[in-house]
Structures are given as C-alpha cells and as structure tokens.
C-alpha cells in the first residue's frame, strides 16, 4: 500500500521557519516528480513547490526565495524548508507525486498525503 506522510507542520509565528517532511512508502519514488500543495480555510488547494527526479524544481511566485523543495530518493522522502513565513502561508499542507514531469496542477499527481497543518501567527 502506497502511502505519503508528512509531519513538521505547527505553530509559529511570522518570520519564523518550519521544514516539512514527506516519507513515501509501499514503492519507491526516485523517478517520480514530487509536488507540495496547501490549502487555506475557504479556499482551494493551490500548488506550492515541485521537483523533479532529477532535482528540477519549480514555485509557486508567493513562495519564490522563502521556501526550497529538496528530496533524498535514498529515503524516499521528499522535504519543504520554509522561511521567512507569512500569515498568510497558513494551511493545510499536502505532499502529493505524480509519474509525469513537474507539474503545477492537482491533477497529474496520483498519490496524495493526509496533510499537515501549519499556522503562522501574525
């Protein structure tokens, strides 16, 4: 059974950091494009951060030069460093993976975490 966990979500106040992690398990995803997504109260989910096997990455303009997506195949774990974090970086933050290339939509990803969430306080 495939899963996705992510842990290191909390409570932390603006300007504060918090790293995310997502451990894969049930297969390997070394050749895989992971993808981090969030969702705030209200809203829907929107893309924040991708990478491809190869270390490509891509970000969403709100989080550009604040958070960095790295990924360590030989744990099969994908990682969300967030700096700098602002009120409204709050959300429920999802770790997703897709066999396709990068992606900036929901759709091509086939496998999709629980969700950790993180409140930043202003």
């Known amino acids: 059974q495939v899963q996705l966990v992510e842990s290191g979500g909390g409570l932390v106040q603006a300007g504060g950091s918090l790293r995310l992690s997502c451990a894969a398990s049930?297969?390997?995803?070394?050749?895989?494009?992971m993808g981090w997504f969030r969702q705030a109260p209200g809203k829907e989910r929107d893309f924040v951060a991708a990478?491809?096997?190869?270390?490509?990455?891509a970000y969403a303009d709100s989080v550009k030069g604040r958070f960095t997506i790295s990924r360590d195949n030989a744990k099969n774990t994908v990682y969300l460093q967030m700096n700098s974090l602002k009120f409204e970086d709050t959300a429920v933050y999802y770790c997703a993976a897709t066999p396709f290339g990068i992606a900036t939509i929901s759709r091509p990803y086939l496998y999709w975490g629980q969700g950790t969430q993180v409140t930043v306080s202003s």
């Open positions: 049930g297969r390997t995803f070394g050749t895989w494009t």
């Open positions: 990478i491809s096997w190869s270390g490509g990455n």
